[in-house]
Nanobody, 122 residues
């Protein structure tokens, strides 16, 4: 099992910045791809950004150029640097991680954190 704990959310004015963190802990597994998703009130959860084990990144069009996803494998931590925040970025942000068996590379499961609230005021 893998536990993911997000932190760094809060209230910020439009144009401001926040940095989210997602710390992974638990059984000895290998973490492959990781990602940040977000869910605004009354809306479906949507992808914000992903990063592969080789540090290849993808971004949704809505955050591209403003958000940067990164990871520190030594600390088992995922980050999301969010700049030029807009009121429409207001959402609960969730991280996820794809866990693999380190020996066989077989998928163990996809794990989610509990979410952290980001509120951007206009």
């Amino acid at each position: 099992q893998v536990q993911l704990v997000e932190s760094g959310g809060g209230l910020v004015q439009a144009g401001g910045s926040l940095r989210l963190s997602c710390a992974a802990s638990g059984d000895t597994v290998c973490i492959s791809a990781m990602g940040w998703y977000r869910q605004a009130p009354g809306k479906e959860r949507e992808l914000a950004a992903t990063i592969s084990s080789a540090d290849r990144t993808t971004y949704s069009d809505s955050v591209k150029g403003r958000f940067t996803i990164s990871r520190d494998n030594a600390k088992n931590t995922l980050y999301l640097q969010m700049n030029s925040l807009k009121p429409e970025d207001t959402a609960v942000y969730y991280c996820n991680a794809l866990a693999l068996n380190c020996d066989t590379t077989k998928t163990i499961g996809l794990y989610w954190g509990q979410g952290t609230q980001v509120t951007v005021s206009s």
